[in-house]
């Protein structure tokens, strides 16, 4: 007799087949043509995220920079100076006052890795929430990558690919696991990747 164990990873990866399918293609293709004129303009990708959003900037800019030629950034990846930032003006500010340090403007654009895409009434990713507000304020191109229903970052940004939430349980899992898939669809959609891949290169 199977139990509900053994049946988990089937089920958890027809269930990804099924959100892949219902995937909004146009946001996606929409996101692609904003990078591609973020681009043009020598503008600079600032990435945000938290937990294993932050860990999905790091290797998202990573890709952005080294296959798209795109000049791209994330909070996250100085550890000493986030630190500092929370340890001084608070984790909700950290991100919007390096963003500042940065001198993030109208040419550059954020992109949201985020599960539920900010949510200050619940007090969820406020940090988020207040980069999304500074980019609007900078009259930056806002995109995000966010499950759920999106919350802050679906509602304002000028593009929001959301991962549909077709089971409660596993929201974070499949929202964070496709956040990964997309933004390699980004980065080696044709109209962004500048150079080949290294496994691609050996063929």
């Given at each position: 007799m199977t139990t509900e164990a053994e049946r988990f990873s089937g089920e958890f990866l027809r269930e990804t087949a099924r959100i892949i399918e219902k995937l909004d293609v146009t946001a996606i293709d929409r996101t692609v043509e904003l990078l591609s004129g973020l681009r043009s303009r020598d503008g600079r990708l600032f990435v945000v995220g938290t937990g294993g959003g932050a860990g999905h900037a790091s290797h998202a800019v990573n890709d952005f920079r080294k296959i798209a030629g795109i000049e791209a950034y994330t909070p996250t990846d100085n550890v000493s100076e986030l630190t500092a930032r929370i340890n001084d003006d608070g984790w909700e500010t950290s991100y919007v006052n390096w963003l500042r340090t940065s001198r993030f403007c109208s040419r550059d654009m954020l992109l949201v890795l985020?599960?539920?895409?900010?949510?200050?009434?619940?007090?969820?990713?406020?940090?988020?929430?207040?980069?999304?507000?500074?980019?609007?304020?900078?009259?930056?191109?806002?995109?995000?990558?966010?499950?759920?229903?999106?919350?802050?970052?679906?509602?304002?940004?000028?593009?929001?690919?959301?991962?549909?939430?077709?089971?409660?349980?596993?929201i974070t899992a499949q929202t964070e696991g496709l956040q990964s898939v997309i933004w390699h669809l980004l980065v080696a959609h044709p109209t962004l990747r500048l150079n080949e891949m290294r496994w691609e290169s050996l063929r």
């Open positions: 985020s599960v539920g895409g900010g949510d200050t009434e619940r007090g969820v990713s406020v940090n988020l929430v207040r980069c999304i507000e500074y980019a609007r304020e900078a009259g930056a191109k806002i995109c995000g990558i966010v499950g759920r229903d999106g919350g802050y970052t679906a509602r304002v940004a000028d593009v929001a690919i959301v991962i549909p939430p077709l089971n409660p349980e596993t």
